[in-house]
């Protein structure tokens, strides 16, 4: 399937399929990537959705007592599905689905089916997260939208954080990271935020193929 250089509407005016659809062919070889997606504006018309929603405390603790993960920030896990945001959701959805189809990799995931939503915030001097892998539910592609903030947002090869490298993340960007069958035997990237001095907001999606509408 040919892709055009066409710049997606509203609420992703900088996103470009042909450079998400490279990135995307790049994720067997370096875990994740950034793209940019959202204008200043954008960015800010979601802040204010964002802000509304009511948020927890993420579980300092997670994972099993052998690979235990520690987590700093606060999170929204129940947007409604009638929310305004999960337009949004599906705007990046049929993106990703179209940008997949071009992509030089052998994935049989057409069409992408974005059915996971969390939204994050990571207040200044927190510690973030620690090295970890997304849970092998999580299928194909996973995808995280900064919209403010600072931090390091790094992939590596173990939770001990060894060879780690910095992802270009900026707010604005759209990341993209690997999933379970986005190519034969894929190895998910462990990755971690810290060093947040800023306000950072992120929305993440995911494709869980345990939930009974994926």
């Known amino acids: 399937m040919s892709i055009n250089s066409t710049k997606i509407p509203v609420l992703a005016s900088r996103l470009d399929l042909l450079q998400v659809s490279s990135s995307i062919s790049t994720l067997p070889r370096v875990g994740a990537v950034a793209c940019p997606c959202l204008d200043v504006s954008e960015a800010n018309a979601l802040v204010s959705v964002v802000d509304q929603l009511e948020y927890r405390p993420a579980k300092a603790k997670t994972g099993s007592d052998n690979a235990p993960v520690y987590q700093d920030f606060d999170l929204c896990y129940d947007v409604p599905s009638g929310h305004s945001l999960w337009e949004f959701v599906r ?24 059915n996971d939503l969390i939204v994050q915030r990571y207040p200044p001097g927190c510690a973030g997260i620690t090295p970890h ?4 539910r999580y299928g194909f592609l996973i995808a995280i939208i900064l919209l403010t903030g600072d931090g390091y947002f790094g992939v590596c090869d ?7 490298r910095e992802i270009d993340f900026k ?24 060093g947040v001095t800023d306000w950072r907001r992120t929305i993440g999606l995911r494709y869980d193929t345990h939930k009974s509408d994926a």
């Open 91 to 114: 705007l990046i959805e049929q993106a990703l689905t179209s940008a997949l189809a071009g992509a030089e990799v052998d994935s049989e995931c057409y069409p992408l089916r974005l």
């Open 133 to 136: 892998r997304d849970h092998v």
């Open 158 to 164: 173990d939770r001990q954080g060894n060879e780690s």
């Open 171 to 194: 707010p604005g960007d759209l990341l993209l990271m690997g999933g379970p069958g986005l190519i034969p035997n894929f190895k998910r990237p462990f990755h971690f935020v810290n």
